[in-house]
Antibody, heavy 115, light 109 residues
Framework: QVQLQESGPGLVKPSETLSLTCAVS?????????WGWIRQPPGKGLEWIGA???????FYNPSLKSRVTMSVDTSKNQFSLKLSSVTAADSAVYYC????????WGQGTLVTVSS | QAVVTQEPSLTVSPGGKVTLTCGSS?????????PYWIQQKPGQAPRTLIY???DKHSWTPARFSGSLLGGKGALTLSGAQPEDEAEYYC?????????FGGGTKLTVL
């Protein structure tokens, strides 16, 4: 049974960098598939942030590309998201997921950007 | 960046049939966009029902089906149940980059 679990600070100050990690259990991310991040501002729709393969190949949302960095740590079977220069507009529930076929989603973690 | 469009809201009667659609600002939706349909109920994480236009996950009820219809992606619900009331999101892929539609709020009434 594949499970994904997001972790990271729930509160980030404006202009700082948001950092989240997704721990994957039940499947080795170095085996195959793209893994990534999707977010949802409160009361709004889903937004695709990006995806990464275990080799480091990435695809990013063009509207966020200048601020997003994704990485993978195969030794810990986890992948990470960094979003720089955050503003209140980046406040959202952040989900990690296997982005190919999207069978597995994390439960989501709420990140609030506020001073 | 492409824009993906969905009906903001639809209503279906219990036991009825409804089709949700997903359009692309770049032209016709094709299998090459690998259309996904994702269901989200209030307070819950999203759950993917359909991928690659029409393929279902093991948990996808048989009453849901995906297709291409008139240049759009389509999700058809045949025999709506009260528990199908939810927000439905379409996701299209453009050269590896995903773009979600704004979602369709489906009411079963």
């Amino acid at each position: 049974q594949v499970q994904l679990q997001e972790s990271g600070p729930g509160l980030v100050k404006p202009s700082e960098t948001l950092s989240l990690t997704c721990a994957v259990s039940g499947y080795s991310i170095s085996s195959d598939y793209y893994w990534g991040w999707i977010r949802q501002p409160p009361g709004k729709g889903l937004e695709w942030i990006g995806a990464i393969y275990h080799t480091g190949t990435t695809f990013y949302n063009p509207s966020l590309k200048s601020r997003v960095t994704m990485s993978v740590d195969t030794s810990k079977n986890q992948f990470s998201l960094k979003l720089s220069s955050v503003t209140a507009a980046d406040s959202a529930v952040y989900y990690c997921a296997r982005t190919q076929l999207l069978p597995y989603w994390g439960q989501g973690t709420l990140v609030t950007v506020s001073s | 960046q492409a824009v993906v469009t969905q009906e903001p809201s639809l209503t279906v009667s219990p036991g009825g049939k409804v089709t949700l659609t997903c359009g692309s600002s770049t032209g016709a939706v094709t299998s090459g966009h690998y259309p996904y349909w994702i269901q989200q109920k209030p307070g819950q994480a999203p759950r993917t029902l359909i991928y690659d236009t029409s393929d279902k996950h093991s948990w996808t009820p048989a009453r849901f089906s995906g297709s291409l219809l008139g240049g759009k992606g389509a999700l058809t619900l045949s025999g709506a149940q009260p528990e199908d009331e939810a927000e439905y999101y379409c996701l299209l892929t453009y050269s590896g980059v995903g773009v979600f539609g704004g979602g369709t709020k489906l009411t079963v009434l």
